[in-house]
């Protein structure tokens, strides 16, 4: 019996950790999933992507001596474009800059997609400049 129990616990376990979690915000239904069929990618390629975040960032604003890093998170959505951009890191001109280079760039990202629906992901990408 005592094997019984144990084995059910764990094939219980194993579809409890399968699905799709669904979280309440603000009174609408959000699903997140644990994976998805295919990236979202930029229109002209994820390299492309961040040579324009290069091409875009002001450094003459930025107040460093030393080396700086921020993470730059974003959500692309299902029609292409991007939402919640952010930076976290210490320097806050640093990451107030990454902000604007990210929302100067107007191209579509090209959607992931779970069952061939396109869905929404967030991005995160790490940006590190040396000012010595």
Known sequence: M???????TLILNSFVFGQVKDTII????????????KEAVFSKGNAEFQRLIAENFRIKK????????????????RDGKLSNITATG???SFNKEAIIAVTKIKEKWI???INGQAVRERFKIPLTINFE
């Open 62 to 77: 930025i107040r460093a001596n030393s080396l700086i890093t921020c993470e730059i998170k974003f959500i692309v959505e």
């Open 111 to 113: 959607p992931a997609t």
């Open 90 to 92: 210490e320097n806050e």
């Open 26 to 37: 603000d009174g609408k239904k959000i699903v997140i999933y644990s994976s998805i069929e």
């Open 2 to 8: 005592n094997k019984f129990i144990i084995i059910f």
